[in-house]
């Protein structure tokens, strides 16, 4: 077995009886039908519905897809925007890696400072 250079792999433990998913994947879906915010390891944050987890991806609904670089307000202003104000979503579904995310949580949870 070969591992790429630079690229940790991740440890995961298969959970008998849902279909394959690993801890981690089921961790995730546990918030399904609920808005989440994502960090990833690029310039992009995900907000939106969680709708599905397999194995090696997260699908959201009525998502934002946002780019760090293209706007001057910090991320967490944006984020609690979002909350204030409701997703702006422009994009019905995105598919993300998992191997991307960086951090996750609720969107209801994210608090004002």
């Known amino acids: ?5 630079g690229t940790p792999k991740r440890e995961s433990k298969k959970v008998s009886g849902v279909k394959g998913l690993d801890e981690e994947a089921l961790e995730i879906l546990r918030y399904r039908g609920r808005y989440l915010v994502v960090d990833t ?5 995900y907000i939106g519905k ?17 780019d ?14 979002s ?5 702006r979503s422009n994009r019905k579904t995105v598919h993300l890696r998992l191997q991307r ?6 969107l209801e949870d994210v608090t004002d400072y």
């Open 1 to 5: 077995m070969s591992k790429r250079a």
């Open 41 to 45: 390891d690029s310039d992009y944050i």
């Open 50 to 66: 969680l709708l599905a987890v397999t194995g090696r991806s997260v699908t959201l609904g009525d998502a934002d897809v946002h």
């Open 68 to 81: 760090r670089r293209e706007s001057s307000s910090k991320n967490e202003k944006y984020i609690l925007e």
């Open 83 to 87: 909350k204030k104000h409701g997703v």
């Open 101 to 106: 995310m960086v951090s996750y949580s609720l």
